[in-house]
């Protein structure tokens, strides 16, 4: 093999221990380099100067793997430098009041404002309850308004909903008292005459929809103007032996007066 291609020539010699050193001989590539370069073992371990090529390269490229780390490693050390951390159950009142201003929350449960839903003022009581409510789990203020606008949006829709099912009522409850009459003309007849009377009866205007509520008055009402003469008090006897008014009734046989 050609001398000064990384072969070890060893000359053993004795010395006093009985041990062999042996000279090794630097690469003939490294006869390229400074003076000062020559021994040094950072070049003197690889056989050829390709293979000096290669660890360069390798070493550059961790390099470079390293640098781009670093740099993932500032950009999230910046993020986190301007993260808000919400504090935890050992956070001190000044940490609290610092995430709150950093967060939007109102100093107050008062300064929560929530949109109207139309011309309709907002209930008193649900107000208070919800800036209470806000204010303890330290909700922004923006995102308690969004969550107001949402809110009365959803209001909007149930109420539109039962509009629509009570209008199917109404239909339905129209379609059916209409097929009582042979001809359109005795239906609008005898509909009017359902809206007079109740209105002379209730002293105010039929509803399009009577719910159990208004029946029930309306029955109530037409009971007391042509029903019984006497109320259902409980007839009783005095001490003197006369009898009291109560559960006496002009058209039922089996109750006559006396």
Known sequence: MAEGEGNVQGNPTGDVTGQQT???TPPAWVAQLPDTLKANEVFTKYPTIGDLGKSHLEVMGKIKELDGMTAKV?????RLSKAII???EKATPEQITAYRTAMGVPDKPEGYEFP???DEDNDPKLVSWAQNLFFKHMIPKDAAADIGKEWNDFLSGVEAEEDRLMQVEIDE???KFRGEFPTENEFKTALELNKRYYKKLMGADMPPF???YSITK???QHAKKYGEDQSLGGAQTGGSGAQNPGMIYDKTPQHQKK
Not at 74 to 78: F, I, S, T
């Open 86 to 88: 919400k504090p935890d």
């Open 116 to 118: 109207k839903r139309g």
């Open 22 to 24: 042996q000279t090794i």
């Open 218 to 220: 309306f029955i109530y």
């Open 173 to 175: 409850a129209t379609k």
């Open 74 to 78: 500032g950009d999230l050390e910046g």
């Open 210 to 212: 009577m719910d159990a």
